[in-house]
């Protein structure tokens, strides 16, 4: 019998949100080994990752430094922050550690457009010239803008004379327990802001790099990508415990990405999101992801997540895990194809088949 291959060793970074669920999905991977942890909260460097997340200890403690990081020579260092942290990869890369990333990364279209680096380059040109330099991989995904986006491009291997592929996400966005992502978006401020809409789009134009990655995939060249969106406002004041709505603040939305061929949508990302069901106007939160492909033949499908057998969606905390769970994965099941990739910076149009899937129970 052949010797089992020696597992990936994975540097994680961060406990937030997505942090804290990955470090047990980690544990369960059977190509991922965890070898290290890097916190930016001093309360938990020095400390064990499995306590840090109300776990059990795993024997893996919290550092605080890139030198800690470069030191441990993983193979792969994965980062769950909520927002990038471009100085970190640098040097990561520049060391031969590949990085896959689920902050609001995947084509680098929206970092160079709204986050541009502090030297005024574009961060993509940075960051390809860390891989050169270390013969590293950087990939950014997630559920969606990610999967969501790979689905749709599978569901279309069928269907000739293509009109238009639209991927929408439906869905209540009030167990994502993060209040800066949604301070930064505008949500809790009066719909008639006038600075809400310029904070959704550019905190949420990581979705436009999601139109860009499947045109890429249908060989289509858009012209732009529009944007443009709907307010709904709270019709009372809404208390989720972890964050406060105000009556007359933003409380639902819906967004489109379109990408557009002379004059005409034919590439689109759509985000129909709520906080809560008491907003005007509001809208029919499906819950799920859905792919309409308007063509020759016509495909709906809804990809619709549920919880494995057994467990209590009354309980809060484990409905947001399966957020977490669902944006990670996808990360976490394509660093092995990332590591045997060629170096540079990847989308998902240059991984294989195989590096979406998911695996068998250990």
Same mark, same amino acid.
């Given at each position: ?32 080994e965890l070898v290290g942890l890097h916190c930016y ?7 064990? @990752?499995?306590?840090?997340?109300? #776990? !059990?200890?795993?024997? /893996?403690?919290? *550092?605080?430094? $890139? ?77 969606n803008p990610g999967a969501a986006q790979v689905i749709?491009? @599978?569901?279309?291997?069928?269907? #000739? !004379?293509?009109?238009? /592929?639209?991927? *929408?996400?439906? $869905? ?17 401020r009066r719909v008639d802001d006038p600075t809400i ?67 005409? #949508? ?97």
């Amino acid at each position: 019998m052949t010797a089992p291959a020696p597992r990936i060793r994975v540097f994680q970074v961060a406990t937030g949100n997505v942090g804290t669920e990955m470090i047990g999905r980690i544990a369960g991977h059977p190509d991922l080994e965890l070898v290290g942890l890097h916190c930016y909260s001093p309360d938990k460097i020095g400390r064990d @990752a499995g306590e840090i997340v109300g #776990a !059990d200890p795993i024997g /893996v403690i919290a *550092t605080g430094t $890139v030198a800690e990081i470069i030191a441990a020579a993983p193979d792969v260092l994965t980062f769950h922050g909520v927002f990038p942290d471009e100085e970190l990869y640098v040097q990561v890369l520049e060391a031969g550690i590949n990085i896959v990333t689920t902050a609001d990364w995947i084509t680098g279209f929206h970092r160079n457009t709204n986050h541009p680096h502090p030297s005024g380059r574009k961060t993509t040109e940075i960051l390809a010239e860390a891989c050169e330099k270390g013969g590293s991989t950087f990939y950014g995904t997630g559920m969606n803008p990610g999967a969501a986006q790979v689905i749709a491009v @599978a569901q279309s291997m069928d269907v #000739a !004379d293509i009109e238009n /592929v639209t991927v *929408t996400e439906s $869905v209540d966005v009030s167990c994502h327990h993060s209040a800066e992502t949604w301070q930064a978006v505008g949500y809790g401020r009066r719909v008639d802001d006038p600075t809400i809409p310029d904070s959704l789009r550019r905190y949420t134009e990581v979705f436009a790099d999601s139109v860009y990655l499947m045109a890429d995939c249908f060989d289509l060249e858009l012209d732009e990508v529009a944007f443009s969106y709907e307010l709904g406002a709270c019709t009372k004041d809404v208390d989720l415990g972890w964050y406060f709505l105000p009556a007359g603040s933003l409380g639902a939305n819906y967004i489109k990405y379109q990408g557009m061929v002379d004059g005409v #949508a034919r590439v689109e990302t759509h985000l129909e999101w709520q906080m809560t069901p008491f907003t005007d106007p509001a809208w029919d939160i499906k819950g799920c992801y859905i792919t309409h492909i308007a063509g020759d033949p016509s495909v709906y499908s809804k990809h619709m997540i549920f919880p494995k057998a057994g467990v209590d969606l009354s309980d809060p905390s484990s409905f947001a895990s399966i957020g977490m769970t669902v944006t990670g994965m996808p990360a976490l099941n394509a660093i092995s194809s990332v590591v045997a990739a060629r170096p540079g910076i990847l989308t998902s149009a240059d991984l294989p088949l195989r590096g979406f899937a998911g695996r068998f129970k250990r």
